[in-house]
């Protein structure tokens, strides 16, 4: 947010000074104004009018206490007839002192407001027959109107006639657009008032220059789509797609359903693997979707420190995971409910559906969408709430049972050797989708590493040899095994088999877990 916008310029006599601020007194102290600046004008003075080697580019300098950034792009326009050859000036911003990211909207506000000066400048002489110096140098403070008045169009009068004897004569209309246009001081807090509240604004400054200018919110540059990964809609698409959008963006998101992998969602919207991944990355640029990791019940998860939050049931985390995770459409009284070790809680949930096939796509509204999160937590009633659920002590042992070296079946085995049938009660996949959404957990992934490769690659005599073993490029400990499932078309228990039967000597491959 923008806390304060000034107009600087460096006076022969004076020195730099400020012409023009909103909002009075932010940069330096105005008769009648007792709030305080924003930092000390004096210390910072000489990076809003730098030395030339620093004019004409893009500058930004921190107060020294931390607390306010300047922003500015000091104007250097070199004519003969300006005292000294020379015409400075310099629009700036004051924010407070953020993440860069937050600041980089901004730059082509100063970038647009000195090229749309600078311009003015140059047509009509704007800026240097602006009387407005007189209004902050204190100068004005012992002028009746009249006396000031005076001073006024004797100024005018010399800029004129400066303008005219440098340039052989003009048509007056610098004159003429002088009594017609707008105070710097006005659009100064146009400018800052518009952006702030609307993002955008468009001031007329006289008849024939307008400001334009707009805020982007900027994106960081997104990761690159592998074609193993899996997107997840951060919203429903259905409700905001339009015929107009790009014809491979649409049919790449008719089939982003959070269960899908990249390769997959290519293959059944009849698109290329690299448009798919080039439209996914358009979505991830704008934030609308996000990626995880294939779901596999031989793979391994590990909680993260946010977990301690779940167990804290912080912000209500943990009922937000029971009305996504809960299957739905099962009916209570079954002689196998979940409860807590008091069986003082009553919210639990039978199934008269069983075994595996509960975890199927179809189960529930549309699994996988990080949308549903809020969605599946704000459609159901309060009896609905009630008649779902699992008790919150078996829904937090079930997230935080999850370890290193522990596969999916075997946490699933685990518990149901313990007495309780996690799949009549919780999707599983959506179980692990929430704790990665989250950041509870994190996958466990497997790597090959071959120690032969590793040192021919080391001394550069790695060779690719015609008809050689395929997995031979996975084995420098950079590639997962989800890369090469989804490129070789191999389960696991494939990779594991072929491995066993690598050519290599006894020992050299090493399967790493990280």
């Known amino acids: 947010m923008i806390q304060g916008i000034f107009y600087a310029r460096f006076f022969p006599q004076e020195g730099t000074k400020i012409v023009a601020q909103s909002p009075p007194g932010c940069i330096v102290p105005e008769p ?52 000294r050859n020379e015409f400075i000036f310099n629009f700036g911003l004051v924010v407070e002192c953020e993440a860069v990211a937050d600041q980089i909207p901004y730059e082509r506000v100063v970038r647009r407001l000195a090229v749309t000066f600078a311009e003015m400048e140059k047509q ?8 407005a110096r007189y209004h902050l140098g204190g100068s004005t403070g012992s002028l009746d109107h009249h006396s000031y008045h005076q001073q006024m169009q004797q100024h005018i009068l010399q800029q004129q006639q400066q303008i005219a004897s440098s340039n052989g004569g003009i048509d007056g209309a610098a004159s003429s657009s002088f009594t017609q246009r707008r105070p710097i001081e006005s659009l100064l807090e146009i400018i800052k ?77 009849d698109v290329s693997l690299e448009l798919t991944q080039l439209a996914l990355r358009h979505l991830l640029y704008y934030d609308t979707i996000l990626l ?36 739905i459409g099962s009916h209570t009284g079954s002689s196998n409910n979940p409860t807590s070790p008091s069986r003082s809680h009553h919210d639990t949930l039978g199934s008269s559906g069983g075994g595996s096939k509960n975890l ?12 549903d999160l809020a969605a599946l937590s704000a459609g159901l009633s309060s009896s609905n709430k009630n008649q779902h659920r699992i008790s919150i002590y078996m829904l937090i042992k079930l997230m935080t049972t999850f370890c290193v070296g522990k596969t999916v079946m075997e946490w699933l085995k685990g518990h149901m050797d313990g007495g309780f049938e996690v799949l009549r009660f919780v999707d599983v996949r959506r179980l692990v989708q929430f704790g990665l959404i989250k950041g509870l957990l994190y996958r466990v992934h497997k790597h090959v590493i071959s120690k032969q490769y590793l040192a021919a690659l080391a001394t550069g005599q790695t060779r690719p040899i015609a008809g050689g073993d395929p997995l031979q490029k996975y084995t420098d400990g950079l590639h997962t095994f989800d890369e090469i499932i989804t490129e070789q078309n191999l389960t696991d228990s494939e990779i594991m088999e072929k491995l066993k039967g690598f050519p290599a000597p006894a020992g050299d491959l090493t399967v790493l877990y990280r």
């Open 360 to 371: 199927s796509p179809t189960t529930a509204s549309r699994v996988g969408s990080a949308a």
């Open 193 to 269: 008032e518009d952006l702030n509240n609307y993002g955008e604004c468009m001031i007329p400054v006289d008849d024939a220059n307008t400001i334009n200018m707009k805020l982007f919110p900027h994106h960081p540059t997104p990761p690159e789509v592998k074609g193993w990964h899996v997107p997840v809609a951060k919203m429903k698409f259905a409700d905001i797609v339009d015929p107009t959008w790009d014809l491979t963006l649409q049919r790449v998101i008719a089939h982003i359903d959070g269960v899908s992998d990249v390769r997959r969602i290519a293959f059944n919207a």
């Open 32 to 83: 009648g104004v007792n709030k305080p600046c924003l930092f000390d004008f004096s210390v910072l003075q000489e990076y809003i009018i730098p030395r030339k080697a620093f004019c004409n580019r893009y500058i930004t300098v921190n107060d020294p206490e931390g607390k306010y950034s300047v922003l500015g792009f000091p104007v250097s326009i070199p004519s003969p007839r300006y005292d």
């Open 124 to 131: 009509n002489f704007y800026l240097s027959q602006d009387p």
């Open 292 to 327: 995880l990791d294939m779901f596999f019940f031989g793979a391994c998860y590990a909680p993260r420190p946010a977990m301690a939050d779940f167990v804290a049931n912080i912000g209500g985390m943990v009922d937000e995971c029971a009305n996504y995770v809960c299957i």
